[in-house]
């Protein structure tokens, strides 16, 4: 269901937006208080795949909007790493959804797969084992096409192994190859 951002008035604003994704069914509405200046109420409704009750709110002032975003998509996201459930960016997608050949045009063939140890080490054998003088990006771009992820997976995975992903055969804190 699309996006409805209404203008109640001059001073209030309201957006809502109904999502299904896998069996489950959210509405989340936003919407500026009347009683108090600058501030955003967001309030989450759901019922999950199995019918659990999802119910949450969340407000603050309207100049935090632009961090919000980020620090929820990486918070839940990585919650949701840590239980085991793979999460697609792309708004209504799941990993499952794309295992059932549902991906969209353009996007690689693992994204959004969770990495494995063994890929894990083989990104780990191929960036220490690189010539600093090739450059980080070349790389980067060469390793995410053959293991079918993004370069952003790429780099992302490089920095949790405490790889510098700007400096390749390099490690954070300057120590190179083992």
Do not use: C
């Not at 936003?30 to 501030?39: F, G, I, K, R, Y």
């Not at 009750?53 to 949701?80: E, F, K, N």
């Amino acid at each position: 269901m699309p996006a409805t951002p209404a203008r109640r008035d001059s001073a209030q604003v309201q957006f809502t937006r109904e999502l299904d994704v896998d069996g489950a069914h959210y509405q989340v509405t936003a919407a500026t208080s009347a009683e108090l200046a600058d501030t955003i109420v967001i309030d989450v409704l759901g019922a999950g795949p199995n019918g659990e009750a999802i119910q949450g709110t969340l407000t603050g002032p309207t100049s935090a909007l632009a961090h919000l975003g980020p620090l929820l998509d990486q918070v839940l996201g990585g919650l949701a790493q840590a239980h085991g459930v793979a999460v697609d960016r792309t708004l209504g997608a799941t990993a499952a959804t794309r295992r059932r050949g549902d991906r969209r045009a353009g996007t690689p063939r693992n994204a959004g797969q969770p990495w494995t140890d063994e890929l894990k080490a083989d990104l780990d054998r191929r960036w220490r084992a690189a010539d600093p003088a090739a450059g980080a990006e070349p790389l980067i771009s060469t390793i995410a096409e053959e293991l079918g992820r993004t370069r952003e997976s790429i780099r992302s995975q490089l920095q949790r192994q405490h790889l510098d992903p700007d400096r390749p055969g390099s490690t954070f804190g300057g120590a190179g190859r083992p």
